[in-house]
């Protein structure tokens, strides 16, 4: 017998037991069949592994193969050489270096908003979610705080931190007439979503626009994935589609995958230069983790110049290209748009042994199952890339079909 106290959680936003309860057991298995933990280098946009095992990434969000670019790491290597210091550890807040106001300046012209850099969208969000939750970035009231229940982990990681601030709720996928039963019982509301998702859906940019213009909803889009890869200079899905460029829309992207670099961009218009110090000052790691590195920057500056000049839209067109022909040969739910990724679709039992058949052939796609994507709609997730030759295409295509032919 003890008296000391058992804790009982309460698992209102997040629930550990239930996650690594479940998804654990699969990637253990996927380790075992050397789908995850495996260890390669990249030569000429080939994988090696220390035993010689070489393959064609098909799970990497590299786009278009920006992330190798010479132009690219010439930009890191200069910068670094340029001003003498990798990361000159202080928070932004009190001193900054030039080129990082070089580089937000550069973004900022390239995707027309005012942005702040940082490390991830992971670490902007965490700091930029609670701070909106709090009233403190937008009109001062403090929204109800609306997550798609789709919307990335990277935001949903925020909830128990806004929930602190005010009420947050999970709506079903883009559940429009919920947004507007919400609008018009609540002050004020914040709807947070992905911009182009992982379920290769797109945000309802026009129909959030016109609620946006009624209610003064405010929407929250991280357009991580949609970023570079879609849009005139790459200005993503959302900027493409929504005229709402105001205080009332509030945008995140990840440097990391289309973009090619490292770290993220807050994009914001119609903000005060008080309300922009305001969110570098309390955003979260933002002000007390570190800026993005010096060779960061220089990477980013020279992807940046590549998204003003032709070779953007020629990167776009072999990017599309090449999922038009994975299209062709392999119908799946996703056929037809312009979002980089692919669901195989295999039974939760089969896919990682038809995942490890088809890197055994030399291609990795990665196994996703529950907790990732919903039970029973397990598959082999396929990226596509501007950098993967018509041939390796060819190839994939007939293994999977192969692996998924007795079914
Ligand atoms: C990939 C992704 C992220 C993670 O971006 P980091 O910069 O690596 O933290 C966040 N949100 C969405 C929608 C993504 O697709």
């Known amino acids: 017998m003890t008296s000391r106290k058992k804790i009982m959680p309460t698992n209102q936003y997040r629930n550990n037991d239930k996650a690594i309860g479940i998804?654990?057991?699969?990637?253990?298995?996927?380790?075992?069949?050397?789908?995850?933990?495996?260890?390669?280098?990249?030569?000429?946009?080939?994988?090696?592994?220390?035993?010689?095992?070489?393959?064609v990434n098909f799970s990497c969000c590299s786009y278009l193969n920006l992330d190798s670019h010479p132009r690219v790491i010439e930009g890191a290597i200069d910068a670094v050489r340029r001003y003498?210091?990798?990361?000159?550890?202080?928070?932004r807040s009190r001193v900054q270096l030039p080129v990082l106001k070089e580089l937000e300046e550069s973004l900022g012209e390239l995707f027309q908003a005012d942005v702040?850099?940082?490390?991830?969208?992971?670490?902007?969000?965490?700091g930029l979610l609670p701070l909106i939750a709090s009233g403190h970035l937008g009109n001062g009231v403090r929204p109800l705080m609306i997550?798609?229940?789709?919307?990335?982990?990277?935001?949903?990681?925020?909830?128990?931190?806004?929930?602190d601030e005010t009420e947050v709720v999970t709506c079903n996928y883009h559940d429009l007439e919920f947004i507007k039963d919400c609008c018009k019982k609540y002050q004020r509301v914040c709807y947070v979503v992905d911009g182009s998702d992982?379920?290769?859906?797109?945000?309802?940019?026009?129909?959030?626009?016109?609620?946006?213009?009624?209610?003064?909803?405010?929407v929250f889009y991280d357009d991580s994935h949609s970023i570079s890869a879609y849009g005139e200079r790459g200005i993503g899905y959302v900027r493409s589609h929504s005229p709402a460029l105001?205080?009332?829309?509030?945008?995140?992207?990840?440097?990391?995958?289309?973009?090619?670099?490292?770290?993220?961009?807050?994009?914001?218009?119609?903000?005060?230069?008080p309300m922009l110090r305001l969110v570098e000052r309390f955003g979260g790691g933002l002000n007390y983790?570190?800026?993005?590195?010096?060779?960061?920057?220089?990477?980013?500056?020279?992807?940046?110049?590549?998204?003003?000049t032709a070779e953007l839209p020629m990167l776009q067109k072999k990017l599309y290209d090449n999922i038009a022909l994975f299209?062709?040969?392999?119908?799946?739910?996703?056929?037809?748009?312009?979002?980089?990724?692919?669901?195989?679709?295999?039974?939760?039992?089969?896919?990682?042994?038809?995942?490890?058949?088809?890197?055994?052939?030399?291609?990795?796609?990665?196994?996703?199952?529950?907790?990732?994507?919903?039970?029973?709609?397990?598959?082999?997730?396929?990226?596509?890339?501007?950098?993967?030759?018509?041939?390796?295409?060819?190839?994939?295509?007939?293994?999977?079909?192969?692996?998924?032919?007795?079914?």
């Open 116 to 126: 702040l850099s940082g490390v991830s969208a992971s670490s902007i969000s965490g």
């Open 198 to 218: 992982s379920l290769g859906g797109y945000a309802p940019v026009k129909e959030l626009a016109e609620l946006q213009d009624k209610y003064g909803l405010m």
């Open 246 to 273: 105001n205080e009332n829309t509030v945008m995140v992207v990840t440097l990391n995958k289309a973009f090619g670099t490292s770290g993220a961009a807050i994009l914001l218009n119609g903000y005060s230069q």
């Open 147 to 163: 997550f798609d229940k789709h919307a990335h982990v990277s935001l949903a990681a925020a909830k128990p931190a806004c929930a």
């Open 327 to 407: 299209d062709s040969l392999i119908p799946t739910e996703q056929s037809g748009n312009t979002y980089p990724i692919r669901l195989v679709p295999m039974s939760d039992e089969t896919v990682i042994s038809e995942g490890r058949q088809v890197i055994e052939a030399g291609f990795y796609v990665s196994p996703v199952f529950f907790p990732i994507v919903a039970k029973g709609t397990a598959g082999l997730r396929v990226m596509m890339r501007a950098g993967q030759t018509e041939d390796q295409i060819r190839r994939l295509c007939k293994i999977l079909a192969e692996v998924r032919a007795p079914q």
């Open 23 to 55: 998804g654990n057991p699969f990637w253990d298995m996927s380790e075992q069949n050397g789908l995850a933990g495996i260890v390669a280098g990249l030569e000429n946009d080939l994988l090696s592994t220390p035993s010689g095992h070489q393959f």
């Open 289 to 308: 983790s570190q800026n993005l590195n010096t060779a960061a920057i220089g990477a980013s500056l020279a992807s940046a110049e590549i998204h003003r």
């Open 84 to 91: 003498g210091v990798l990361d000159h550890c202080i928070a």
